[in-house]
């Protein structure tokens, strides 16, 4: 979690132009990393199994579970609404009026055709389907919107 975490943060520095991005994540990253590991190391030793046990038991172990792969669905999720850009540029006229699809879609969700993406992926890679062919169908349907003027 720390890392995507320190990712998010780099890679929002480093898009910018920002020199402090790789060493931020670094610093965001490994201090804390180094410390848990250590600290965590000796704990272990110390509390054994017995602690783990007890913390299966009364169902803390179960609630840090979940907790954490709560927060990695929502930073993962921020991450795509931040970091996935996809605007069309459709533009006609109707019946005199001047349409816009992108004024549209942004009223009905800002964001929505990236997370339809996002989710299109995902639904892809839960049926098996290879990362390159995800990858490959994305860049051809980029080419294919664009050569139509959607996007």
Do not use: W
């Amino acid at each position: 979690m720390l890392r995507i975490i320190a990712t998010g943060i780099a890679i929002g520095l480093a898009s910018q132009g920002n020199p402090l991005g790789p060493l931020l994540f670094l610093l965001i990253y490994n201090i804390p990393s180094y410390l848990l590991r250590y600290y965590g190391g000796v704990m272990g030793y110390r509390l054994g199994s017995k602690y783990i046990a007890e913390a299966t038991q009364s169902g803390l172990l179960s609630c840090i579970t979940k907790a954490s792969a709560m927060m990695g669905l929502m930073m993962v999720g921020a991450m795509s609404a931040s970091m996935v850009k996809f605007t069309t540029t459709f533009k006609t006229t109707i019946a005199g009026q001047p349409f816009v699809l992108q004024e549209i879609l942004d009223k009905i969700c800002v964001g929505l055709i990236p997370l339809l993406l996002v989710l299109g992926c995902l639904k892809l890679l839960n049926k098996k389907v290879s990362p390159n062919k995800v990858l490959i169908m994305l860049i051809v349907f980029g080419f294919a919107a664009a050569g139509v003027g959607v996007i």
